[in-house]
């Protein structure tokens, strides 16, 4: 099976661009997650989902980040207007629906802002 | 709340020691807790998982974990450490009754293997 997939892997845009980070959970997982890792902050949940409905936004840091699940197979996560601030690796990873099964993540986009 | 502690954020081994990495989880009952390996410029990749079946629990790559629950402590080892270990290592929990498989991570162990 295809693992989750993240594009692109690499962006580099200036401030107050717009980015979108996509991403394709794996086949028949019901949550998908978004992550942010930095050096000082390490891994922060951004928001999650479940069978495409938004369940917990509170680690969006500011309204200038939004995220949608259109469908079951695609995500995305937008930042606008982008700062420098919000250079980091994003990550999604999405799971199974049974309590206790592992997140699966993908290999992360490396976003910076110039 | 549930949290997660790594002691140690890193740790330096020679190839072939003994490599532990400490996890110290807080919560009020045993709740399902993972491994997750990182690797430069990947994402996370699952390592092991404990999910109540049993208190030893192996994982890939000869990584085994023990779950205390006395300790409150869910500690990963490998006997005899290999320079491609050399990555960070995360412990999350997934507390029992949280729903929606959401995890909790540490901040992570960065492991350093020399020759």
């Known amino acids: 099976d295809a693992g989750v997939i993240q594009s692109p892997r690499h962006e580099v845009t200036e401030m107050g661009q717009e980015v979108t980070l996509r991403c394709k959970p794996i086949s028949g997982h019901d949550y998908l997650f978004w992550y942010r890792q930095t050096m000082m902050r390490g891994l922060e949940l951004l928001i999650y989902?479940?069978?495409?409905?938004?369940?917990?936004d509170s680690g969006m840091p500011e309204d200038r980040f939004s995220a949608k699940m259109p469908n079951a197979s695609f995500s995305t996560l937008k930042i606008q207007p982008s700062e420098p601030r919000d250079s980091a690796v994003y990550f999604c990873?999405?799971?199974?629906?049974?309590?206790?099964?592992?997140?699966?993540f993908g290999d992360g986009t490396r976003l910076s802002i110039l | 709340a549930q949290s997660v502690t790594q002691l140690g954020s890193h740790v330096s081994v020679s190839e072939g020691a003994l490599v532990l990495l400490r996890c110290n989880y807080s919560?009020?009952?045993?709740?399902?807790l993972f491994w997750y390996v990182q690797y430069p410029n990947q994402g996370l990749q699952l390592l092991l998982k404990y999910t109540s079946a049993a208190t030893l629990v192996k994982g890939i790559n000869g990584f085994e974990a023990e779950f205390k629950k006395s300790e409150t402590s869910f500690h990963l080892t490998k006997p005899s450490a290999h320079m491609s270990d050399a990555a960070e290592y995360f412990c999350a929990v997934s507390p029992f009754g949280g729903g929606y498989n959401k995890l909790i991570f540490g901040a992570g162990t960065r492991l350093a293997v020399h020759p």
């Open positions: 990873a999405s799971s199974l629906r049974q309590v206790g099964q592992p997140q699966h």
């Open positions: 919560s009020s009952v045993p709740p399902y």
């Open positions: 989902f479940n069978n495409n409905v938004p369940i917990d």
